[in-house]
């Protein structure tokens, strides 16, 4: 028998089963939909990191307080062991970098008038614009003038505007933040979310107004920092440390109380998480994958015992055991081809609804789709060898007798 009369077959007895079919091959689409689904996800995290290195910059490192992570989680006076003064010292003394940027945030409510919303309020310097890339698209930007004398002055994100204000003028009217008047500067140029972030979503005023008049804070959650250049990045990074070491007082043997990450180390943390996340689903995916593929096995163990007769006669007009191991092969195979297709049909409509419904963004990957394809065939022919083989050595007179 043919390749072609074996699938002409196999998709027949399929149709005559169309519910119990389509039953069979749930398990199949869960699973290759899962797959198709989590891969774009991690794909899209994936995407959206590859761009933001690219938007910050790959020469930025950052300072944070306390103990890098891979040392241990610190004690609660090390994770506020940066001071205004730690940026100051860098600012006077860095040789292989240039702009430093203070940093403290914290979520808050902003009101205008009868409307308000829970945002991102960001204590900063002019220096941001440099090392986080944003733009002043309305207004204009704080100065130094202003964060000397801790003006209540601020900057608002695209989103903040659009929640507030609609379609209003927002440069010259008053906020409240945390119940504090806020006079608006400027309004930043729209970057777009990114993941699970959104930077247009943030209020940008000056750090020494955080500090003393919004979050009653004495430290800094961290300083980033530009590099001079691309290949002087280690440089920086070592000069970084070696100053902010004997601005701390900390001895060579001793534990730093502050860590120094470059931007692609963050970024590669962050898409660690993402892949880790993606595994975990894509186990469960794998997991469905071999139910569906029992639930092919049971459905075909059951098709030979009904078809026993089918095979005996078969067998008595001269059909080979080559020819009936094919028909259950191919039979079996083909359901799990027709649900690794219609899962993948899934997968990608899952992709599609996910960005809507959370707003993380999802990238398709052609391979992924070929290789669930590939993965389903694999299943199919698997989990129908035993029933393929068990029809094939049925004895015709045995299987003539059969009731």
């Given at each position: 028998?043919?390749?072609?009369?074996?699938?002409?077959?196999?998709?027949?007895?399929?149709?005559?089963?169309?519910?119990?079919?389509?039953?069979?091959?749930?398990?199949?689409?869960?699973?290759?939909?899962?797959?198709i689904t989590t891969t774009s996800i991690g794909e899209g995290a994936k995407a959206d990191i590859t761009e933001r290195i690219q938007t910050l910059g790959a020469n930025i490192l950052a300072v944070r307080p306390g103990q890098s992570r891979s040392r241990g989680r610190g004690s609660a006076d090390a994770r506020k062991s940066l001071t205004v003064a730690d940026m100051e010292?860098?600012?006077?003394?860095?040789?292989?970098?240039?702009?430093?940027?203070?940093?403290?945030?914290?979520?808050?409510?902003?009101?205008?008038?009868?409307?308000?919303?829970?945002?991102t309020i960001v204590g900063t310097s002019p220096e941001y614009l440099v090392t986080a890339n944003f733009t002043v698209e309305k207004g204009r930007f704080f100065t130094d003038s202003e964060i000397r004398y801790r003006e209540r002055v601020c900057v608002l994100g695209k989103t903040v505007v659009d929640n507030l204000f609609e379609t209003a003028e927002a440069v010259g009217?008053?906020?409240?933040?945390?119940?504090?008047?806020?006079?608006?500067?400027?309004?930043?140029?729209?970057?777009?979310?990114?993941?699970?972030?959104?930077?247009?979503?943030?209020?940008?005023?000056?750090?020494?107004?955080?500090?003393?008049?919004?979050?009653?804070?004495?430290?800094?959650?961290?300083?980033?920092?530009?590099?001079?250049?691309?290949?002087?990045?280690?440089?920086?990074?070592?000069?970084?440390?070696?100053?902010?070491?004997?601005?701390?007082?900390?001895?060579?043997?001793?534990?730093?109380?502050?860590?120094?990450?470059?931007?692609?180390?963050?970024?590669?943390?962050?898409?660690?998480?993402?892949?880790?996340?993606?595994?975990?689903?894509?186990?469960?995916?794998?997991?469905?994958?071999?139910?569906?593929?029992?639930?092919?096995?049971?459905?075909?163990?059951?098709?030979?015992?009904?078809?026993?007769?089918?095979?005996?006669?078969?067998?008595?007009?001269?059909?080979?055991?080559?020819?009936?191991?094919?028909?259950?092969?191919?039979?079996?195979?083909?359901?799990?081809?027709?649900?690794?297709?219609?899962?993948?049909?899934?997968?990608?409509?899952?992709?599609?609804?996910?960005?809507?419904?959370?707003?993380?963004?999802?990238?398709?990957?052609?391979?992924?789709?070929?290789?669930?394809?590939?993965?389903?065939?694999?299943?199919?022919?698997?989990?129908?060898?035993?029933?393929?083989?068990?029809?094939?050595?049925?004895?015709?007179?045995?299987?003539?007798?059969?009731?």
């Amino acid at each position: 028998m043919s390749i072609l009369e074996s699938l002409t077959n196999a998709l027949s007895a399929l149709m005559a089963n169309k519910l119990r079919s389509m039953l069979t091959m749930l398990g199949v689409i869960i699973g290759v939909g899962a797959i198709i689904t989590t891969t774009s996800i991690g794909e899209g995290a994936k995407a959206d990191i590859t761009e933001r290195i690219q938007t910050l910059g790959a020469n930025i490192l950052a300072v944070r307080p306390g103990q890098s992570r891979s040392r241990g989680r610190g004690s609660a006076d090390a994770r506020k062991s940066l001071t205004v003064a730690d940026m100051e010292a860098l600012q006077e003394r860095g040789q292989n970098f240039g702009y430093v940027t203070p940093e403290v945030s914290s979520r808050a409510q902003v009101k205008y008038r009868n409307k308000n919303v829970n945002t991102t309020i960001v204590g900063t310097s002019p220096e941001y614009l440099v090392t986080a890339n944003f733009t002043v698209e309305k207004g204009r930007f704080f100065t130094d003038s202003e964060i000397r004398y801790r003006e209540r002055v601020c900057v608002l994100g695209k989103t903040v505007v659009d929640n507030l204000f609609e379609t209003a003028e927002a440069v010259g009217e008053t906020v409240k933040i945390k119940n504090v008047g806020f006079r608006v500067l400027g309004v930043m140029k729209e970057k777009g979310a990114s993941g699970w972030r959104n930077p247009d979503d943030q209020v940008f005023i000056p750090y020494s107004t955080a500090m003393k008049r919004v979050f009653g804070e004495d430290y800094l959650a961290s300083i980033s920092i530009q590099a001079n250049d691309d290949k002087l990045l280690e440089s920086a990074e070592t000069e970084v440390t070696e100053l902010l070491r004997r601005q701390h007082k900390i001895a060579p043997n001793k534990e730093l109380d502050f860590h120094v990450r470059n931007q692609a180390e963050f970024m590669e943390t962050l898409e660690e998480s993402s892949q880790t996340f993606t595994n975990m689903i894509l186990g469960i995916a794998v997991v469905s994958l071999l139910v569906g593929g029992i639930g092919i096995m049971n459905i075909m163990l059951v098709s030979v015992t009904e078809r026993t007769k089918e095979i005996g006669l078969r067998k008595a007009v001269g059909a080979q055991r080559s020819d009936i191991l094919a028909q259950f092969l191919v039979e079996s195979t083909s359901l799990a081809l027709v649900g690794g297709i219609i899962g993948i049909g899934v997968g990608i409509a899952g992709a599609e609804i996910v960005p809507s419904l959370w707003g993380w963004r999802t990238v398709v990957s052609p391979v992924y789709g070929i290789l669930s394809f590939v993965v389903s065939a694999l299943v199919g022919i698997f989990f129908g060898a035993y029933p393929a083989w068990k029809a094939a050595k049925l004895h015709p007179i045995d299987a003539l007798r059969h009731e």
